[in-house]
T-cell receptor
């Protein structure tokens, strides 16, 4: 079964700092990859996703992620964070032939100081 | 448009009491439905999923069960709660396909505290 590892449990940044959250997965096949975000008191929301094609995918709110197949990684980046980016971020992976088995990482809590 | 509803939002239950959490989806037919549990520092754990009425797949053996009595209704239950059942429970849905470029849409969750 697939698994997902997120390297950082809690990241604290100042506004305008650059962000990179690590995500590595383990799966013996072709995958779909996702980043979800959970703002305080809100639903878990899809931030961006990779299915195929360009390995650099852009999501909402200026976030992007790069799929590096050789490294089994899908790191999330943002050039300049804002206070409103304070949230918990989850990486997820799913085999392309199994829509019913999406696995999530433990999450990374991002705190942005104004 | 599709919407997903979960209730209650918070629940405090004594050990040994029964549990019933409900999730309903509107605006779509024959969705795939999921129950996840979110524990602090452990991410989201898939508990059950369903691809149709009466069809339940369990991912983790435990004190919980799930049922799907109607197409767009998914229920998480327990006959006797344990302290370890405390957590944040999330329902999600995805379009009715075993493959495809779909993510999941999550409900607002239920915070369960077993005391």
């Amino acid at each position: 079964a697939q698994s997902v590892s997120q390297h950082n449990h809690h990241v604290i940044l100042s506004e305008a700092a650059s962000l990179e959250l690590g995500c590595n997965y383990s799966y013996g096949g072709t995958v779909n990859l996702f980043w979800y975000v959970q703002y305080p008191g809100q639903h878990l929301q899809l931030l961006l996703k990779y299915f195929s094609g360009d390995p650099l995918v852009k999501g909402i709110k200026g976030f992007e992620a790069e799929f590096i197949k050789s490294k089994f990684s899908f790191n999330l980046r943002k050039p300049s964070v804002q206070w409103s980016d304070t949230a918990e971020y989850f990486c997820a992976v799913r085999g392309i032939y199994n829509n019913n088995d999406m696995r999530f990482g433990a999450g990374t809590r991002l705190t942005v100081k104004p | 448009s599709q919407t997903i509803h979960q209730w209650p939002a918070t629940l405090v239950q004594p050990v040994g009491s029964p549990l019933s959490l409900e999730c309903t989806v509107e605006g779509t037919s024959n969705p795939n439905l999921y129950w996840y549990r979110q524990a602090a520092g452990r991410g989201l754990q898939l508990l059950f999923y369903s691809v149709g009425i009466g069809q339940i797949s369990s991912e983790v053996p435990q004190n919980l069960s799930a049922s799907r009595p109607q197409d767009r209704q998914f229920i998480l239950s327990s006959k006797k709660l344990l302290l370890s059942d405390s957590g944040f429970y999330l329902c999600a849905w995805s379009p009715p396909s075993t493959t495809g470029n779909y993510g999941y849409t999550f409900g607002s969750g239920t915070r369960l505290t077993v005391v």
